[in-house]
C-alpha cells in the first residue's frame, strides 16, 4: 500500500470499468489505495466527491488518480473542471471516436445496467445462472439437453466455479458433472452423459496441486491422498481421450481463462458476445 | 444486428476489456457483430487476426472497431501498424499518463490473472464462491461467523444471484438466508441469524414481479399467488424494519447495482478494492 490514490468514480455502479481499470493497474508495482464512489448522479453528489478528492490531494501532497465513467454530461463537467486529481476518462476517450465511426450520437444513457433487470439478455444470464446452480456437482441430470456445455472431471479440478462464471459472465448454461471412481471401474462415461457427449468438456489437474486443495478440505483421507489423485486424474484423461473430449488443465489458469478457453472451443449458438 | 462489426483482440482473455467495451457500446443504438479473439500472443497469431480484420473490413466495406488490450509491445505494434481497423488501443491509452504519473515504467506482463491462479486474492475469491455456495438458500448456519455479509429475504427475491457475484466478483463471504412464513409466525429473526444481525443485509422486491417469478417456477401454487406474495414481502418488511436490518428493492435493480449498494452499505474490511 502506498500513499497514492485512485478513485472510481461512476453514475452507474462502476463495476465493469473499476474491474477494467484493476487490470491497467495491474501493469504496475505501485500498489494505490481504492476508493469507489458509484451512483454518483447528480450536480451535488458531484461537488461532494469533487471535494473529497481535493480535500485527498492535499492531505498526500500527490494528485489522485481518477478514473471515470461518467455519461451524464452536467456531472462530468463538474469533475472535470474542479477535480484537482489526475483524469482518466474511460468513457470519453472512446465514445467520441465512437461517435464519429458510427455516424451517430451515443446516448448518455446511465448505467449499464439501467433498466436491464426487465431485459432478455439479463433474464438469460439469471436463468444460466439458476440452471448451473441446479446443475452443479451432478446433482440433476434433467435437462441436460438444453445445457450449452457440460464440465467433466474429478472433483475438485475446477468445475464449479468455472460452471458459474460461464453463467454469471457469458449466460451460458453450463452443468458440471463429476467423474468419480466408480465410472472409472465401468470404464465408460456416466449414462446420463453418454447422449451428450459432445457438449462435454474436460477440466483436468495437476496431481500435485490437486491433493492440496483435497487436504485442504478433507486432511489426510484418502480423497486426498496423492497416489489417489494421480490415479483418479489417469483414468479421467484417459476417459476423455477416448470418448474424444476436448480437455484442458486448470493448474495454472484462473476461471476466466478457463472460462476463455472453453468458449473459444465450444462457440455455442446462444453465446450473442 | 448490423454490418458492423466490432472485434476484441487481446493477449490475455479480454474479459475485462470486452465487457467494458461493451458497456461502451451500449451507449449506441447500433448493435455491431461481436468478435473476440483472446490469447494473440505471438507474432503468428497478431498477423493472422490483422488478415482476418482486413478481409472483413474489405467484405464489410467499412472498417471494423478493434478494441486491442495488448501490453506485449511487439503484438501490438503488428496490429496498429497492419490493421485496417479503427483501432481502439484500451491499455495505452490510460498506460502511458499512468507511467507519467506514477514515475515509473508498467511491467508489460500479459494477462491479469498470469499465474493469478497461485495469488492470494484468487485464493479468496474462490474460497469466497465456496463458501457462498455452501451457504446458499440457509443450507448451513455453519461459520456464518466468517461470512462478511448474510443477505435475508424471502424466496426469489435476488439473495442467490446476488450473494455468487458478489462472492466471483468482489471475493465477498456472502451468505443468504431465506425467510420464510414460519419465522413471520414467530415473529423474530431466525435463532441462527440472531447473533449475526449486524452483518444481514435485506432485499425486498415488488409482490406483483415476485409473483410473475414465482409462476414462472410453480404455476398457479400458493408459494407464487399474489395474495401470498404481498403477504410474505410485508412481514419481511416488517421484520427488517424492527431488527434494524437495512435493505433495498430488487424489483428494478441487476445484481451489479444490488452488489455496489450493498457494499456501500457494509464495507467490510476485508475488501481490498
Known sequence: MTD?????????????A??????????????????????????????????EINEMAEREGKRPIVFLTLVD??????????????????????????????????????????DIAKSQEYHDRIEAINFSLAHDDGQSAKNLDVAD???????????????LYLAMQHGIKAANYPLI??????????TSLAPHRRKCFGLTID????SQIRNERRPGSKYADL?????EINEAEK?????????????????????????NDIRPDRLVY
Chains 1, 2 share one sequence.
Request: aromatic share 8%; proline share 5%; charged share 30%.
Open 4 to 16: 497514492r490514490t485512485v478513485y472510481f468514480v461512476s453514475d452507474g455502479t462502476g463495476i465493469t
Open 18 to 51: 473499476e474491474t477494467f481499470g484493476n487490470s491497467i493497474l495491474a501493469q504496475f508495482t505501485i500498489k494505490p489505495r481504492h476508493i469507489r464512489r458509484p451512483f454518483i448522479d447528480t450536480s451535488e453528489k458531484a461537488y461532494a466527491v469533487v471535494r
Open 73 to 114: 454530461r452536467e456531472v462530468l463537467k463538474i469533475v472535470r473542471d474542479h477535480c484537482k486529481g489526475r483524469v482518466m476518462d474511460m468513457f470519453g476517450t472512446f465514445i467520441e471516436p465512437l461517435e464519429e465511426e458510427f455516424e451517430a450520437k451515443s446516448n448518455h444513457r446511465v448505467g449499464r445496467f439501467s
Open 149 to 163: 456445455v457440460i464440465l467433466v472431471g474429478v472433483s475438485r479440478s475446477g468445475k464449479t466455479p468455472t460452471s
Open 181 to 190: 471412481p466408480e465410472d472409472f471401474e465401468r470404464d465408460r462415461l456416466p
Open 207 to 210: 496431481p500435485d496441486r490437486l
Open 227 to 231: 497416489m489417489n489423485c494421480r490415479y
Open 239 to 263: 476417459m476423455m481421450k477416448r470418448e474424444g473430449i476436448n480437455w484442458l488443465s486448470s493448474t495454472h489458469k484462473s476461471i476466466e481463462e478457463i472460462a476463455t478457453t472453453i468458449l
